[in-house]
């Protein structure tokens, strides 16, 4: 969840009263979702304080929810490439981008679990609403591409090395 206000970029972020981060932590709650994820770097370690608030508020035990937490997140210019295709399919389907992208995490066979994020009603709803959303095989194969790592080393080496090798197996 990022809730907070502040100063630089979370200044851009709807700054929620605490009622408000309420309602929206209860409303997650009542769909059956009890993982919460922020971030110490959401508006300055505001948001941990107002999810931590609402908990209490709302009087969730503890043992009902899981709180987790990241630090130090970062993005470049790289993790965005794949933008482009997803707002492509997000049109077809006359759906958000949010709901595109959780929807292709949702087909992948290795994902258990997926996190969402909301800091209002209509975005929480979107974001269940992926459970609904039926991607084509030629769509899940764009969004794969774009999601592909980069290889790292070693694993960029290792194939390079072995490409002489892999061509007499052929």
């Known amino acids: ?50 999810t931590g608030q609402a908990l209490r508020n709302l009087r969730v035990p503890r043992d009902q929810f899981v709180l987790a ?24 389907h006359s759906a958000s981008v949010a709901r595109v992208a959780i929807a292709w995490l949702l087909h992948q066979p290795h994902v258990t679990s997926v996190i969402i994020g909301a800091k209002r009603r209509d975005q929480l709803d979107d974001n269940i609403a992926a459970t609904e959303l039926k991607l084509s095989a030629d769509e899940l194969a764009k969004l794969d591409k774009v999601s592909a790592l980069i290889p790292e080393y070693p694993g960029w080496m290792l194939e390079r090395l072995s490409a002489d090798r892999a061509a007499l197996v052929k």
């Not at 929206?24 to 769909?31: C, N, T, W």
């Not at 990241?70 to 295709?85: C, D, H, N, T």
Request: charged share 25%.
């Open 1 to 50: 969840m990022t809730f907070g206000g502040g100063d630089g970029i979370w200044k851009h972020i709807r700054d929620l009263q605490q009622s408000e981060v309420d309602a929206l932590v209860g409303a997650a709650l009542e769909q059956d979702i009890n993982f919460l994820d922020t971030a110490d770097v959401y508006s300055a370690g505001r948001s941990e304080i107002v």
């Open 69 to 92: 937490t990241k630090v130090l997140g970062r993005f470049s210019r790289e993790s965005a490439r794949g933008w482009s295709p997803v707002r492509q399919i997000a049109r077809e």
